[in-house]
Structures are given as C-alpha cells and as structure tokens.
C-alpha cells in the first residue's frame, strides 16, 4: 500500500490549532479533578465537579480554614502540575505505542498547552491585577508581597525550559511523520505543531479565566511564542 502523503503546512497547522482547543479544555478538567480529589484528602471540603458560564470543568471546593503553608502549596499547585504531567504521560505513551493520529496530536497538543501554562501562571501570581493558583497560594499565605522578584525569574526559567521541552517534542514528533530535518523544517515544524496551536489554546483560557491584565495577557502570549522559536535547536 502506498505511503498516504503528510498534510500540507496550512493544513497541519489548521489540523493542530482544531485539536488545542479540546486538549487544553481535557488538562483544564484533568486540573479540576485532581486538585478537588488531592485537596479532599488534605481536608479541604470538595462539593463536587461543575460547569462555569464557559463550559469549563471546575471543583467546587471550600479553600478555606486555617492549614500549614505546605498544605496550601499542595492544595493550590498540585491540578496545573498534575496535569501537565498527564498530559506529558499520555503523549509519550500515544508515541510508543504508535496511536492514531488524531490521539497523537491531542495528546501532545493537551501535554504543550498544560506545560506552557506552568509558567503564565507563576507570572500572574507576580502581576498586580493577577489571577490563579498561584496568586491564591500567596493570599492564603497572607505575604502577597514576598519574593515577587524571585518568583518572576522562576517563571521566566520555567518558561525557558518548558518551551525547549515543547519545541523538542515537536520536532521528535514531527520527524516521525515526515521523516525530513533541517534547521529551517524544525522552526517551520515547531510552529505548525507547537506553536499556533499552544498560542491559541493558552488565548482560549486567557479569555475564559483571565488570569492577568489584557497587555500582560497579550506580551506573555508573544514571548511565549518567540520562546518556542527561538529554543528550536
């Protein structure tokens, strides 16, 4: 049977950004689910799964009380952490057990999206106007000031290595289908695979659950991009 002849760029890319947007919808409920189940077990009342007014996945827990600052770390992180890692899971096992297509690129669509979100999140815990676990870890703690700088270089590290990981796995990904290399394919790869389809779903979730204001929401969208770029060996 002859070879079926891969997608044109446009078409990829097209193919790609379609697939972000329920991948990063599938690591938005695999965060809900988990920070609700670990924050039970830790003693945070949980009410359940609901829907928000965007069709998100949400648990309806009660973050509240007086608990020991390691317990908030883990109540407040462990979801966006957790489904990263599921998401990185999952694409690797699509990869070595040779998936469907389809499931191949959601998986590493959901594991891009939840690994680049990481460090957006540990920004807008820095930002002033800022939303999200990590802005709520420092209320909870009551020192919404401490280590703001340290925490920013963390997420500007973060978002260095997370993006190299992404721009890898991209071209890992990429060379099983098309069997072609050069630095030039690589940065034309990334972007068709990694990089549209990441800036449209973490765009997706911006207007969903603002986590920053809109110009700090629409740079770190941009340098986020040219991280993936620019980190495409």
């Known amino acids: 049977m002859p070879q079926r002849a891969p997608l044109s760029p446009a078409l990829l890319t097209a193919a790609c950004v379609i697939a972000a947007v329920p991948a990063a919808w599938a690591a938005l409920a695999a965060d809900?689910?988990?920070?609700?189940?670990?924050?039970?077990?830790?003693?945070?009342?949980?009410?359940?799964?609901?829907f928000s007014p965007q069709f998100t996945l949400v648990a309806v827990q009660a973050l509240e009380g007086s608990h020991p600052p390691g317990l908030w770390v883990v109540a407040l992180v462990v979801g966006p952490v957790a489904a990263a890692l599921v998401g990185l899971a999952l694409h690797l096992g699509t990869e070595v057990v040779r998936s469907g297509a389809w499931?191949?690129?959601?998986s590493f669509e959901w594991a891009a999206f939840a690994a680049l979100r990481l460090p957006?999140?540990?920004?807008?815990?820095?930002?002033?106007?800022?939303?999200?676990?990590?802005?709520?870890?420092?209320?909870?703690?009551g020192e919404?000031?401490?280590?703001?700088?340290?925490?920013?270089?963390?997420?500007?590290?973060?978002?260095?290595?997370?993006?190299?990981?992404?721009?890898?796995?991209?071209?890992?990904?990429?060379?099983?289908?098309?069997r072609v290399d050069g630095r030039p394919f690589r940065r034309h790869l990334v972007r068709a695979v990694a990089g549209y389809p990441t800036l449209a779903a973490l765009a997706a979730w911006s207007v969903v659950a603002p986590w920053a204001p809109p110009a700090w929401m629409a740079g770190w969208l941009l340098l986020t991009f040219l991280a993936l770029m620019i980190l495409t060996a």
Do not use: E
């Open 32 to 50: 809900a689910v988990i920070a609700g189940a670990v924050g039970r077990l830790l003693g945070f009342p949980w009410f359940g799964l609901s």
């Open 103 to 106: 499931l191949r690129v959601v």
């Open 120 to 141: 957006a999140l540990l920004i807008a815990g820095v930002l002033p106007g800022g939303h999200g676990s990590v802005d709520d870890l420092y209320r909870r703690l």
């Open 144 to 178: 919404p000031q401490s280590g703001r700088w340290a925490v920013a270089l963390l997420g500007l590290l973060a978002l260095s290595g997370l993006a190299l990981m992404v721009a890898r796995l991209a071209v890992a990904t990429g060379r099983s289908w098309m």
